[in-house]
């Protein structure tokens, strides 16, 4: 069984400081990560994805991932109320087409 | 708004009745899915079809039942549901199911409850 565990929240951050999320999963073999952002009653959005270990940015958004320690991370920086949602950590295995999700974690953004 | 559609957005059942949930695609993705998402529980997968043939049937119950008659579209069918099964539905669809790069885009969702 994959597990991908996230905290569930809520993450509360003043507006403009950096928010840290952070996801640990279970399958080693595990090859491509990604972030979904789900505001309430909304479907999951795509917002990173990353397959290598390092750093990668994109806008006010930084995926981090460390195999080794299985640990994937999002930090956003300069938080806006708009960032207000849930966040969903996603695993795939190597060869696989089955995303193991975590159970998300809720940021707000508070103005 | 993503290239992936689900009718209806809202669904409200019996216990008795039969319905259907539809999902299309205007990606040429060749894989398409069906989640399931419960309150405070992770996105749980159901169903997975590649090229029109179902790939992953993920211990789901008798009860839903998926078709996919074409790489662009899926259903779910639902008869004699529970009320543990209300829920967020969610299509998703991608490239063709394989591979290390595979991104998954999501539909809007049924919300359905089971009454």
């Known amino acids: 069984q994959k597990e991908v565990e996230q905290n569930s929240g809520p993450l509360s951050v003043p507006e403009g400081a950096i928010a840290s999320l952070n996801c640990t999963y279970s399958?080693?073999?595990?090859?491509?990560f990604f972030w979904y952002r789900q505001y309430s009653g909304k479907s999951p959005e795509l917002i990173m994805s990353?397959?290598?270990?390092g750093d990668k940015e994109d806008g006010r958004f930084t995926a981090q991932l460390n195999k080794a320690s299985q640990y994937v991370s999002l930090l956003i920086r300069d938080s806006q109320p708009s960032d207000s949602a849930t966040y969903l950590c996603?695993?795939?295995?190597?060869?696989?087409?089955?995303?193991?999700f975590g159970a998300g974690t809720t940021v707000t953004v508070r103005a | 708004e993503t290239g992936v559609t689900q009718t209806p957005r809202h669904l409200v059942m019996g216990m008795t009745n039969k319905k259907s949930l539809k999902c299309e695609q205007h990606?040429?993705?060749?894989?398409m899915y069906w989640y399931k998402q419960s309150a405070k529980k992770p996105l749980e997968l159901m169903f997975v079809?590649?090229?029109?043939?179902?790939?992953e049937n993920n211990s789901v119950p008798s009860r839903f039942s998926p078709e996919c008659p074409n790489s662009s579209h899926l259903f779910l069918h639902l008869h004699t549901l529970q009320p543990e099964d209300s829920a967020l539905y969610l299509c998703?669809?991608?490239?063709?199911?394989?591979?290390?790069?595979?991104?998954?885009?999501f539909g809007p969702g049924t919300r359905l409850l089971v009454l």
């Open positions: 996603a695993v795939l295995g190597e060869g696989d087409y089955k995303l193991s």
């Open positions: 990606l040429g993705h060749n894989a």
């Open positions: 399958d080693r073999g595990s090859q491509s």
């Open positions: 079809y590649s090229l029109e043939e179902r790939v």
């Open positions: 990353i397959y290598s270990n």
């Open positions: 998703a669809s991608s490239q063709d199911g394989t591979g290390l790069v595979e991104t998954q885009y």
